[in-house]
C-alpha cells in the first residue's frame, strides 16, 4: 500500500530587522514554521499557513501586527540600492537636516516613511558612533549620511515608504542618543549575508546597545509605570517583565558587562512569576560570552520570538510611556525579540492570562489555532456479526484486535453515517482490513454489549499491575488494546512481554519444521506455533540504552520500542526477534506511538523534532519541527490523520499527518509535558504534565476548557473511558484519579468572541468532577488502560522510599 508522499527538502533563509539572516536548518519538506524564525515544519506552509517572519509590533498606529513574508536574501528597505553621493556636508549639518525631514514626516502624518527613515538613521548613528566624538565624522560617517540623504530628497514626496519586515511602523525610536540599534554587520549602507546558520550570527543583535549602568533604571522605570497603571492594563502589560528581563540580561552578558548583568540578575529575578524558576536557574549560569554559544535554551530564547496576547489599549499606553521616557533600550527589545499579539476589546484578567502563559515562547498567535481541523471520526467498515455467540468462542484468542476501535463503536448507529467533521475517507492512505482484523472488530463488538456504563454513580474497578524488583528501572509500559499482552521497557536496555491470560507466550517453529505442516488444514495458525518456546514472558535484547517507550501494534503482531540510543525498533511478536531498527534521531527517543489502523508510527525525542513513519520505510515520511525543547509524548487522533506531541517547551502542538503543518498550539502548561490522550469521539484533547494539573482542550476551536487540579506531582499517564464518560489519571504521587468527563465538557459555550480573543473562563470546579482518587502504597502510576468492558488497568514499578 502506498505510504504517504516523501516531500523534498529546500532552505529558507529569514531576515531579521537588522544583522545577518539566520538560516533555518533543513529538514524534510519545509515552509515558514511558528517562533518567527529558527523552527521549521513541512510542507507547503508553516503552521497553519504562517509566513516565516512576523511583525514584531504593530504597523502603523499599532494596528494589527503585519506577516512579513520569507525572502531569500534581500536588503532591508532599499539599503545600499543608491550609489553614494559625494560627501559634502559634515555630520551636524546632516543629523539637523535629517531631524528636520522626520519632523516634517511626522507633521504630515506619514508616519511608515518616517519609521523607515528612522531605522536607516541608525546607519548614519553607528557611522558617526564609531569615531568616538559626536560630530566628529570622518569620511565613511559623512558618506552614509550624505548617502542616506540622498534617499530621503529621492523618496520624501513620493508615497509612504512600506516597513523593512519584521518592524512595525511607529514613531518611537528617537534619533537622539548615538549607537541606539545593533550594530550592522560588515559595511556601513550594507548586508552582509552568512552562509552558514552561525551562532555568532544569531548573537549578533545582541552588540552594544546601550549604557549597561542605564538597564537597571530602564528596567525599574518600566516597572514603576506598569504597578502604577489601571489593575485592567498592569495584569496584560506585567507578561512584558519575563522577556525583557532575559533579553535585557543577554545582552549586558553578551556584551561583556559581567558585573552590570549579575547586578541586574540578582536585583530583579525575584519579580518574575514562579513558573519561569527552571529557566531562570539555567539563564543565571549564563555569566560569560563564552557561556551563550552552546546554549540552546538561549538561542532558541533569542530566534524564536516570545509571544504576548495584548489588548489594544494596553498596548497604545505602553507605546505611549515607551516614547515619552524615549526608553529606547526597551524598544528595540520590544520591536526585535516580541511579538506582540493585539487584539480588540477589553483587557484579561490576570485569571485569564495566567492560564495560557507558561510556555517558553509566550502564548501562542490567535492565527496559529484558526485553521480546519477534521477531528470527525472516519466510517467504520460494514460488518456482518454473527448471531452464533458459541462459534465464535475459540476465535477469541486468534482474533487479532484492532486497537482503539471500540472507541468509536460506542457511538453505536452513529458510526455507521459519515461525521461532518470527519476528514475525507482517503485523506491519507490507510491499510485495508485483514480477515483477521475483521474477526477481532467481530469479538470487539460483542464485547462491547457487555460493556459497563461508567458514570458519578458507576465507577470502574482498578487492578493493579505492580513491578517488583524492577529496582526504579521501569521506564515505559504498554497494554493491548484486547488487554491480553503487557510490555515494560527497562533501564537495562530490555523489552519485556507478559501474557497476563492463561494463554502463554509462544514462538513459530523453525523453518524446517514448518514445511512438514499441512498448510491446507483448519487449525494450521495453532500447528506452526512451537510448544516448547511456550512462557509467560519474552524478554527482547537488541537495544543499547533505557527503553523509554513501548506501543503494541493494534493487531497484536508486532510492538515498538524506542530507546536512548536514537533508535526505535520493530519486533515479532510471533518470532520475539528484532524486524527493523528505525535510525533517525541523533538522540534519545522518549516516546513512540502506533497508530490507531497500524502501519503508520510517530516517534519524539531530545532533538526537539517528533518523525512519522511507515513500517516499511526506513526514512521518515513526515519530520515534526517546531517545539522549543525535548518532545517528550506522542499521540495519534483517533482518525488517524493528527499527531499530537508535548513538549519540554511546556507546549502542546497538533500536526497534520497530510502535510506535516502545524495546525493548533496550546499554552498553559507551566512544567514540561509528559501525557496526553484524545477523548474518544476526537474533539477533545487532555494533557498532564510537571505541574500536576490535567487541562482539558476543544481541538475544533483550539481554546482551553477545562483544568482538573488535584495531583501533586508530574501526572505520567491519561486515559479516557471506551465511551468517554471517565477521564482515568495517573501521577508520580502514587495515585489514580477518577474525573467526570460528561460534565467537565457539557455546556461548552465557545461564542465567536471568545474564539477570537482567547478570553476563556475557566470554572474552578476540579472537587466537583474528581469522582474518586486511588492509592497505591509506594507505587507511581506510569501507565493506565480501560479494558474493552471498562475495567481500568493500572501499572507502574514499586519504589521503596
Known amino acids: 500500500m502506498a505510504a504517504l508522499a516523501e516531500e523534498q527538502t529546500e532552505v529558507a533563509v529569514k531576515l531579521e530587522p537588522e544583522g545577518p539572516p539566520t538560516l533555518l536548518p533543513p529538514q524534510a519538506g519545509e515552509g515558514a514554521g511558528e517562533g518567527g524564525g529558527g523552527t521549521t515544519n513541512n510542507g507547503p506552509n508553516g503552521g497553519g499557513g504562517n509566513v516565516a517572519a512576523s511583525a514584531s509590533s504593530a504597523g502603523g498606529d499599532g494596528g494589527t501586527p503585519k506577516p512579513s513574508v520569507a525572502v531569500s536574501a534581500v536588503a532591508p528597505a532599499g539599503a545600499a540600492t543608491v550609489p553614494a553621493a559625494a560627501p559634502e556636508a559634515g555630520a551636524p549639518h546632516d543629523r539637523q537636516t535629517l531631524l528636520a525631514v522626520l519632523q516634517f514626516l511626522r507633521q504630515s502624518n506619514l508616519r511608515e516613511a518616517e519609521e523607515a527613515l528612522r531605522r536607516e538613521a541608525r546607519l548614519l548613528e553607528e557611522a558617526v558612533a564609531g569615531t568616538g566624538v559626536p560630530g566628529e565624522a570622518d569620511g565613511a560617517g559623512a558618506e552614509a549620511a550624505s548617502a542616506l540623504l540622498s534617499r530621503v530628497t529621492a523618496s520624501a514626496p513620493g508615497p509612504a515608504a512600506p516597513d523593512p519586515p519584521g518592524t512595525g511602523a511607529s514613531g518611537a525610536a528617537a534619533v537622539s542618543g548615538l549607537a541606539t540599534g545593533p550594530a550592522a554587520p560588515g559595511k556601513v549602507g550594507s548586508v552582509a549575508v552568512e552562509d552558514q546558520p552561525d551562532v555568532s550570527a544569531v548573537l549578533s543583535a545582541y552588540n552594544q546597545q546601550g549604557d549597561p549602568t542605564m538597564y537597571e533604571e530602564y528596567y525599574s522605570g518600566l516597572k514603576h509605570f506598569i504597578e502604577c497603571s489601571l489593575d485592567c492594563h498592569r495584569a496584560e502589560l506585567s507578561q512584558l517583565f519575563y522577556p525583557l528581563f532575559v533579553h535585557m540580561y543577554l545582552e549586558l552578558v553578551y556584551n561583556q558587562h559581567e558585573n552590570e548583568a549579575k547586578s541586574f540578575f540578582e536585583k530583579f529575578h525575584g519579580d518574575q512569576e514562579c513558573y519561569y524558576q527552571d529557566d531562570l536557574r539555567v539563564l543565571s549560569s549564563l555569566t560569560k560570552k563564552e557561556h551563550m554559544k552552546g546554549n540552546e535554551t538561549m538561542l532558541d530564547f533569542r530566534t524564536s520570538k516570545f509571544v504576548l496576547r495584548i489588548s489594544r489599549d494596553s498596548y497604545q499606553l505602553l507605546k505611549r510611556h515607551l516614547q515619552e521616557k524615549q526608553n529606547n533600550q526597551i524598544w528595540n527589545i520590544v520591536q526585535e525579540h516580541l511579538y506582540i499579539d493585539i487584539f480588540d476589546g477589553m483587557p484579561r484578567s490576570k485569571q485569564q492570562i495566567d492560564a495560557m502563559v507558561g510556555s517558553l515562547a509566550g502564548e501562542a498567535k490567535r492565527e496559529a489555532n484558526k485553521s480546519k481541523v477534521f477531528f470527525g471520526l472516519l466510517k467504520e467498515p460494514e460488518i456482518e456479526v454473527p448471531l452464533d455467540d458459541e462459534d465464535e468462542e475459540g476465535e477469541n484468542e486468534e482474533g487479532k484486535p484492532k486497537k482503539k476501535k471500540p472507541k468509536k463503536d460506542s457511538i453505536g448507529s452513529k458510526s455507521k453515517k459519515q461525521d461532518p467533521n470527519a476528514p475525507p475517507q482517503n485523506r491519507i492512505p490507510l491499510p485495508e482490513l485483514k480477515d483477521s482484523d475483521k474477526l477481532d472488530k467481530i469479538m470487539n463488538m460483542k464485547e462491547t454489549t457487555k460493556r459497563v456504563r461508567l458514570g458519578p454513580d458507576c465507577l470502574p474497578s482498578i487492578c493493579f499491575y505492580t513491578f517488583l524488583n524492577a529496582y526504579q528501572g521501569l521506564t ?69 540504552g533505557p527503553v523509554y517507550g513501548a506501543s503494541f501494534s493494534p493487531d497484536r503482531n508486532y510492538l515498538l520500542s524506542s530507546s536512548e540510543d536514537g533508535t526505535v525498533r520493530l519486533w515479532s511478536l510471533q518470532t520475539f526477534t528484532c524486524l527493523v531498527g528505525y535510525k533517525g534521531h541523533n538522540y534519545p527517543v522518549w516516546d513512540t506511538q502506533f497508530s490507531p489502523y497500524g502501519y503508520y508510527f510517530v516517534s519524539g525525542g531530545h532533538d526537539r523534532v517528533a518523525r512519522l513513519w511507515a513500517t516499511d520505510h526506513y526514512q521518515p515520511l513526515r519530520i515534526f519541527a517546531g517545539h522549543l525543547a525535548d518532545v517528550n509524548c506522542t499521540r495519534f487522533h483517533p482518525n488517524s490523520n493528527y499527531v499530537a506531541t508535548g513538549s519540554a517547551d511546556r507546549t502542546v502542538r497538533l500536526w497534520d499527518v497530510l502535510n506535516g503543518n502545524c495546525v493548533r498550539i496550546f499554552t498553559g502548561h507551566k512544567g514540561p509535558i509528559h501525557s496526553l490522550t484524545f477523548s474518544p469521539n476526537g474533539r477533545f484533547l487532555a494533557t498532564g504534565a510537571t505541574d500536576g494539573r490535567v487541562l482539558l482542550w476543544d481541538i475544533g476551536h483550539g481554546l482551553m476548557v477545562g483544568e482538573l487540579k488535584g495531583h501533586t506531582d508530574t501526572v505520567c499517564s491519561l486515559r479516557f473511558s471506551r465511551d468517554g464518560e471517565i477521564l482515568a489519571s495517573g501521577s508520580m504521587d502514587n495515585t489514580v484519579r477518577l474525573w467526570d468527563a460528561v460534565k467537565a465538557f457539557e455546556d461548552l459555550e465557545t461564542d465567536d468572541f471568545t474564539a477570537a480573543t482567547g478570553h476563556i473562563n475557566l470554572p474552578e470546579n476540579s472537587q466537583e468532577l474528581l469522582l474518586g482518587t486511588y492509592m497505591t502504597k509506594s507505587t507511581p502510576v506510569v501507565h493506565l488502560h480501560f479494558t474493552r468492558r471498562n475495567l481500568v488497568l493500572a501499572a507502574g514499578a514499586y519504589s521503596p522510599q
Open 476 to 544: 515505559a509500559v504498554d497494554v493491548t488494546d484486547d488487554s491480553s499482552l503487557i510490555a515494560g521497557g527497562f533501564a537495562d536496555s530490555t523489552v519485556r512481554v507478559w501474557s497476563v491470560t492463561p494463554k502463554k507466550l509462544r514462538s513459530v517453529k523453525q523453518a524446517a519444521d514448518l514445511s512438514l505442516i499441512d498448510k491446507e488444514s483448519d487449525d494450521v495458525l495453532e500447528r506452526i506455533m512451537d510448544e516448547k518456546t511456550a512462557s509467560e514472558l519474552k524478554i527482547l535484547y537488541g537495544h543499547s
